[in-house]
C-alpha cells in the first residue's frame, strides 16, 4: 500500500503560521487530486483544501484566504499553508489522495 506520511503540525499562538507536510511512498500525487482534511474533537471530519492534477484549488470558505495547498510531484509531497491562524483551526490535520491513501494525521493546536 501507498503511505501518506504528515509532518510539522505542534502548537502556535493564534495569528501565526504553520506549513504542514505530508510525503507519499511513492509516485502518486501526479496522478490523482489531493486533499488535505482535519477534525477537530467532538466534531466530524471536513475538507479544508484539495489540488487537482491540473493544478486548480478548492478552499472551505473557513481557511479561503489564509491557507494555500501546493503539490510537488518531483519529490512526491504535498503542503498546506496555514497563516493567520486561529483556535477555531484546532485539530487533527490529514493528507488524502482521491485514490482512497489517507495519513496518520498531524496534531495542529492554536492556542495562546
Known amino acids: 500500500q501507498v503511505l501518506l506520511v504528515e509532518s510539522r503540525g505542534g502548537l502556535v499562538h493564534p495569528g501565526g503560521s504553520l506549513r504542514l507536510s505530508c510525503a507519499a511512498s511513492?509516485?502518486?500525487?501526479?496522478?490523482?487530486?489531493v486533499g488535505w482534511y482535519r477534525q477537530a474533537p467532538g466534531k466530524q471530519r471536513e475538507l479544508v483544501a484539495s489540488?487537482?492534477?491540473?493544478?486548480?484549488?478548492t478552499y472551505a470558505d473557513s481557511v479561503k484566504g489564509r491557507f494555500t495547498i501546493s503539490r510537488d510531484n518531483a519529490n512526491n509531497t504535498m503542503y498546506l499553508q496555514m497563516n493567520s491562524l486561529k483556535p477555531e483551526d484546532t485539530a487533527v490535520y490529514y493528507c488524502?489522495?482521491?485514490?482512497?491513501?489517507w495519513g496518520q494525521g498531524t496534531q495542529v493546536t492554536v492556542s495562546s
Open positions: 488524502y489522495t482521491f485514490a482512497g491513501y
Open positions: 489540488i487537482s492534477k491540473s493544478s486548480s484549488t
Open positions: 511513492e509516485s502518486i500525487f501526479r496522478f490523482y487530486d
